[in-house]
Nanobody, 127 residues
Framework: LVNLVESGGGSVQAGGSLTLSCETS????????MGWFRQAPGKEREGIAT???GGRTSYADSVKGRFTISKDPALLQMNSLKPEDTAIYYC?????????????????????????WGQGTQVTVSS
């Protein structure tokens, strides 16, 4: 059973930083692709960062240059936070070819390409 648990969310002022962690268990790495997503109230879930087993990364334009994804451990470093970054943040895992191709193509991750999800952690950025 694949299990993902996010932590590190909280409240921060605009311009501040947070680091989210994704504790993973129940699987072997293989060709895994990790992704980070977020969902703000009243909005659809948005893919923001993804990394493949070789360390290749891809980001949404909204976070490029401010957020950094890493694996082993699975982290999302968030700098220069803005009020519009306020959302519930989710980590996700996939072994699908579509998810791997997305990283190679430089796309932000897509929810339909990921099979395993954490429960989410709240990030609130105040102005």
């Amino acid at each position: 059973l694949v299990n993902l648990v996010e932590s590190g969310g909280g409240s921060v002022q605009a311009g501040g930083s947070l680091t989210l962690s994704c504790e993973t268990s129940g699987y072997t790495l293989g060709t895994i692709v990790m992704g980070w997503f977020r969902q703000a109230p009243g909005k659809e879930r948005e893919g923001i960062a993804t990394i493949d087993s070789g360390g290749r990364t891809s980001y949404a334009d909204s976070v490029k240059g401010r957020f950094t994804i890493s694996k082993d451990p699975a982290l999302l470093q968030m700098n220069s936070l803005k009020p519009e970054d306020t959302a519930i943040y989710y980590c996700a895992a996939s072994w699908s070819r579509r998810a791997r191709d997305g990283v190679v193509a430089g796309h932000a991750p897509r929810t339909e390409d990921f099979d395993y999800w954490g429960q989410g952690t709240q990030v609130t950025v105040s102005s």
